[in-house]
């Protein structure tokens, strides 16, 4: 059985960026729960957080998020992503 996975991470403003390794453990994909637990443990505020996650194909995903549980996957979605940046740099309001 192979172990946890290995990943990478980054957290600006709105956003968490998980990347995983592909070092030959288990994929974060298939290990997304115990990431998620491991970050939150960090203290990072999921519920708050736009989560991207690059997986071990080099392909990106969204982390649906919500009330301390992994929901699911979705597509990334960029015209989201703009208006968080645009908001994070004051220039729309939050709604």
């Known amino acids: 059985m192979k ?4 990943y990478l991470f980054r957290v600006s403003g ?8 592909n070092l030959g453990a288990k994929s974060v994909t298939n290990d ?3 990431v998620l637990n491991d970050l939150s ?4 505020a999921l519920d708050e957080k736009y989560i ?20 699911g996957w979705a597509r ?16 729309r309001p939050k709604s």
């Open 3 to 6: 172990g946890r996975s290995d």
């Open 52 to 71: 991207i996650c690059q997986d071990s194909e080099k392909k990106y995903g969204r982390i649906l998020y919500a009330g301390g549980e992994f929901r």
């Open 32 to 34: 997304i729960e115990n």
């Open 14 to 21: 709105d956003f968490l960026l998980i990347v995983d390794q």
């Open 41 to 44: 443990k960090k203290g990072i």
């Open 76 to 91: 990334v979605n960029a015209d989201e992503i703009i208006e968080i940046v645009l908001r994070t740099h004051k220039l």
